[in-house]
């Protein structure tokens, strides 16, 4: 290959890059087909990143159909620190004043020190035995029942040995052991008071028989004058949907507003807005003819895609509808401050929104979310429901998931197209680039042969001149 191409253009002139400026000529069917996967990788792109913005919207839809965001609570407390207050959705606004005179503790029992009863830690206990247990335990159903529970004790046990057993069996029995100071100590699971019993033939070996006990106690706090005693710091059942965790007594009433958290509620409606118009004017930039007048006019990666321009019309028209979701005022998003301008895109009026959650919050949520029941009775007298999800965000989030489902969407569809059609392309550069080999090759070696023709024929034409030269006749 070397020594043809070196040889090539000696005599004929044609060089390296006349076959190159042949080979560029020909390559015009290659070029297309890489600017053709060039074109399919661009628009994969671009529906890719209509499906990320796709699943950012659907996520913002999929938060305005939890009733919590329109139901969410805000709180208020004249001092912290001495409980926390959690309020869910069902919790009424109200106004409280809370007192704690008392919280809950457990019931503890602690033993004689080991050094007055000849014992020392991780010696054998020389001695076997039991240990019994009894105290009140809340059961499943409520009800409470005294448990017995019995630690069996051998002598080759220490102390140590003891407490891992006790701790073991602790869920069962509601009660855990631990050391402290030389001494065993026992303390009960549950909070508030419960007798805790210690008997066996073990109990006065290990310092129990003579134990101290400290009897817990129930919390005690005054909500709004009344008095509420529970075996509990974590109080679920003062008032509907508040949680009351104590964290320490009070001096002063502490006072607690509970009121509905209005402006979370709109943040989440203006993050679906904004999303939304983040979404459309992506998608009207993958659209965009551009300006065909112009010579260098730019177009966006899909224009004239009818999938897209058919999400984008279904897109622009899903505020526009009003919903029959059993409520004559607030049955659009138009009535809860959502306008959408000529061009398209979506505002909010938050004031407008506000004032619809104080009249009516759960009417404002059927806006985004809302299931219609029909009824049909048949001949047999069988009664035949049919459900129609109507919500706002329902409706939108079923054509998103039109798009986005990973199996059955249309962009899941088009990426296997994409991939392909790429793959395609690819195979078919492959080969032309072979063919554009082999012709380079040809054209290398048709003129490096007509070189080689010239250079023989020069040579021969050189001989025969020497042979003429050589016979000349001797003119003297």
């Given at each position: 290959m070397a020594s043809s191409m070196n040889i090539m253009g000696t005599y004929s002139g044609i060089t390296m890059e006349t076959v190159d400026q042949l080979i560029q000529a020909e390559s015009g069917k290659g070029v297309k087909f890489s600017n053709d996967q060039e074109k399919l990788r661009t628009e994969q792109a671009a529906w890719k990143d209509i499906q990320t913005r796709l699943t950012n919207l659907s996520e913002k839809l999929?938060?305005?159909?939890?009733?919590?965001?329109?139901?969410?609570?805000?709180?208020?407390?004249?001092?912290?620190?001495?409980?926390?207050?959690?309020?869910?959705?069902?919790?009424?606004?109200?106004?409280?004043?809370?007192?704690?005179?008392?919280?809950?503790?457990?019931?503890?029992?602690?033993?004689?020190?080991?050094?007055?009863?000849?014992?020392?830690?991780?010696?054998?206990?020389?001695?076997?035995?039991?240990?019994?247990?009894?105290?009140?335990?809340?059961?499943?159903?409520?009800?409470?029942?005294?448990?017995t529970?019995?630690?069996?004790?051998?002598?080759?046990?220490?102390?140590?040995?003891?407490?891992?057993?006790?701790n073991e069996g602790s869920k069962d029995s509601g009660v855990s052991a631990a050391i402290i100071d030389n001494r065993l100590v026992l303390q009960s699971q549950e909070f508030g008071e419960r007798q805790l019993s210690v008997t066996g033939d073990l109990a006065d070996k290990l310092g129990l028989a003579q134990a101290t006990t400290q009897l817990g106690q129930n919390a005690e706090l005054t909500v709004n004058g009344i008095k509420i005693v529970r075996d509990?710091?974590?109080?679920?059942?003062?008032?509907?949907?508040?949680?009351?965790?104590?964290?320490?007594?009070?001096?002063?009433?502490?006072?607690?507003?509970?009121?509905?958290?209005?402006?979370?509620?709109?943040?989440?409606?203006?993050?679906?807005?904004?999303?939304?118009?983040?979404?459309?004017?992506?998608?009207?930039?993958?659209?965009?003819?551009?300006?065909?007048?112009?010579?260098?006019?730019?177009?966006?990666?899909?224009?004239?895609?009818?999938?897209?321009?058919?999400l984008q019309s279904q897109l622009r028209t899903a505020l526009t509808q009003s919903l029959q979701n059993g409520h004559k005022e607030l049955n659009s998003a138009k009535s809860i401050g959502i306008e959408i301008d000529r061009y398209g895109v979506a505002t909010l009026d938050t004031s407008k929104l506000k004032?619809?959650?104080?009249?009516?919050?759960?009417?404002?949520?059927?806006?985004?979310?809302?299931?219609?029941?029909?009824?049909?009775?048949?001949?047999?007298?069988?009664?035949?429901?049919?459900?129609?999800?109507?919500?706002?965000?329902?409706?939108?989030?079923?054509?998103?998931n039109s798009f986005t489902d990973s199996k059955a969407g249309v962009i899941a569809t088009k990426n296997e197209s994409y991939d392909k059609l790429i793959k395609d392309l690819g195979q078919r550069i492959e080969k032309f680039n072979e063919r554009i080999e082999v012709k380079r090759q040809q054209y290398i070696e048709k003129f490096t042969a007509l070189d080689i023709a010239m250079m023989e024929a020069e040579s021969q034409l050189n001989y025969l001149m020497s042979q003429i030269g050589g016979t000349k006749p001797n003119q003297n």
């Open positions: 999929s938060g305005l159909m939890k009733p919590e965001t329109f139901n969410s609570k805000k709180m208020s407390l004249s001092q912290e620190g001495k409980f926390k207050l959690t309020a869910s959705p069902e919790a009424l606004s109200s106004d409280y004043t809370i007192s704690v005179t008392n919280l809950a503790t457990r019931t503890q029992v602690t033993g004689e020190s080991f050094t007055q009863k000849g014992l020392k830690l991780g010696d054998a206990l020389n001695e076997s035995g039991e240990l019994v247990l009894t105290i009140p335990k809340k059961m499943a159903d409520g009800t409470i029942e005294n448990k529970t019995v630690v069996a004790i051998t002598a080759t046990d220490s102390i140590e040995n003891i407490v891992d057993r006790i509990s710091n974590h109080l679920t059942d003062i008032t509907k949907g508040v949680t009351i965790d104590l964290i320490a007594t009070t001096t002063d009433p502490v006072r607690v507003s509970l009121t509905q958290d209005l402006d979370s509620t709109a943040k989440a409606v203006q993050d679906f807005v904004d999303q939304y118009n983040s979404t459309l004017a992506f998608i009207g930039e993958q659209l965009d003819v551009g300006d065909p007048s112009l010579a260098n006019n730019k177009t966006g990666s899909l224009t004239g895609d009818s999938s897209l321009v058919r004032e619809a959650l104080r009249e009516d919050s759960q009417a404002v949520a059927h806006i985004f979310k809302f299931d219609k029941v029909t009824s049909t009775t048949q001949e047999d007298g069988t009664i035949f429901k049919k459900k129609e999800e109507i919500g706002l965000a329902q409706k939108v989030n079923h054509l998103l």
